[in-house]
């Protein structure tokens, strides 16, 4: 596997340029099962999750131009069960079976895979699809499922809040009969923006971004084109790149309004922040000052962003407590700051981060995604030179990261 090898004590100053957003991409592209005109989608980020989506779409028999505009016209879809080999690469697949489901009438899809950060049940997913009038049997970690004619719309009450179940719950009662209601209903900017690519194609889509959304059902969907939404977690990275290195980054290509709650709790740390219609600029002279931040649905503070400002923390004048109350296993990195000198305690759910001046390079070993991307920027601020290792974690979810932190004056190699 393919390492870092990242020469550290680096200040991180210049402009950079924002993907879209994966998890708005992901469960976008599945969507396009639901009509057989061809769809056009800009902003799509050249990730290892996103080509595998494309791969699932065309073995279930879709026809795909990737451009620099993506074309997909899954008209010649003729294949309702995924294969295991590609399933259990990306946690994004369970999205196929709510638009195959839709299309077909049955659907049979293995277990979803992705990043090892905890708990996280299907059981959204399945019970929900149920109550619209799916029958589903589960064995052997295969979900076998039908239904007879449309989705029913029907109220839906969440019992917790769940990005993924929202999506699928949308996806279901875009082509149902009558109106589906979801309460509790996920606010995040990627639902709005899975709403507004749907209503393009002919959905009737209300409420997307509130915890109430109301879902028309139509007959059938047209062909259109949308552009993907900046990625959020991507940029909230690089603005921590900054203030971690005491550099000065401009992100461009992004929506601020889409970060408030952690714009907020970098000015706490000490930045100097300036935003612009679709650009945010943080400027950090000075060494951070620790925060403390408990994780929420949006609009709080996104659990992907997390261990980002754990390394903050770590370098931070005092001592910042960080909880994670969306999953429970997600501090399978603090290990690997411990062996970089930091001195971060875990309590249950919660991390105590006795902050230090600076961190010793180390060889360290990436766990999951967003943990992947803080260990790099660790190694661009630590002493000395830092190895690190199972970055296919990394360009999952982060276009070409190290391309960019090098133009932004790191010094990361390829091993």
């Known amino acids: ?48 999750d996103i080509n595998i989506a494309l791969k699932l779409l065309k073995y279930l028999g879709a ?62 997913h399945i019970n929900n699809l149920i109550k619209l009038g799916a029958k589903i049997h589960v064995k052997n970690n295969c979900i076998n499922a039908s239904i007879k004619g449309r989705f029913k719309g029907k109220y839906i009450l969440m019992k917790k809040i769940s990005v993924g179940a929202t999506i699928t719950i949308i996806a279901a009662a875009t082509l149902a009969e009558g109106t589906t209601i979801i309460e509790n209903a996920a606010k995040e900017p990627e639902i709005v923006d899975i709403a507004n690519f749907l209503n393009k194609l002919g959905a009737k889509i209300i409420g997307a971004g509130s915890n109430k959304i109301f879902i028309k059902g139509v007959l059938k969907l047209r062909g259109g084109r949308h552009r993907i939404i900046p990625d959020r977690i991507e940029t909230g990275t690089f603005l921590v790149a900054a203030a971690a290195s005491k550099g000065n980054i401009t992100c461009y290509n992004t929506e601020p309004k889409h970060l408030q709650s952690v714009l907020i709790k970098l000015i706490e740390a000490g930045a100097k922040i300036r935003t612009g219609k679709d650009w945010i600029q943080l400027d ?37 407590s960080i909880t994670d109350n969306i999953f429970e296993n ?55 030179t830092t190895i690190v290792n199972n970055i296919q974690h990394l360009i999952r979810g982060y276009e070409s990261f190290h391309i960019k932190l090098n133009r932004l004056g790191a010094d990361i190699k390829i091993i």
Request: aromatic share 8%; charged share 15%.
């Open 1 to 48: 596997m393919d390492k870092f090898f990242i020469i550290g004590n680096k200040n991180l100053n210049g402009k950079v340029f924002i993907s879209g957003s994966k998890n708005a991409a992901l469960p976008i592209l599945f969507m396009s099962i639901l009509t057989k005109e061809t769809i056009k989608i800009k902003n799509v980020p050249n990730l290892t």
């Open 63 to 124: 026809t795909i131009k990737n451009e620099k505009i993506l074309f997909i016209n899954s008209d010649s879809i003729n294949n309702f069960s995924p294969p295991l080999y590609l399933i259990k690469k990306i946690r994004a697949s369970i999205w196929l079976l709510a638009p195959l489901l839709a299309r077909f009438g049955k659907a049979k899809i293995f277990f979803p895979g992705g990043c090892k950060i905890g708990k996280r049940p299907i059981d959204l």
């Open 284 to 320: 950090m002279k000075k060494r951070p000052n620790s925060v403390n931040l408990c994780t929420a649905p949006y609009p709080g503070f996104p659990t992907d962003m997390q261990a980002q400002f754990a390394l903050l923390n770590t370098i931070s004048k005092g001592i910042g």
């Open 330 to 384: 997600r501090f399978h990195y603090v290990s690997e700051l411990i062996n970089m000198g930091a001195k971060i305690k875990i309590q249950k759910n919660t991390i105590m981060c006795y902050g230090i001046p600076i961190l010793s390079s180390a060889n360290v070993v990436c766990m999951d995604l967003r943990a992947s991307a803080t260990l790099v920027l660790a190694g661009c601020i630590s002493t000395g």
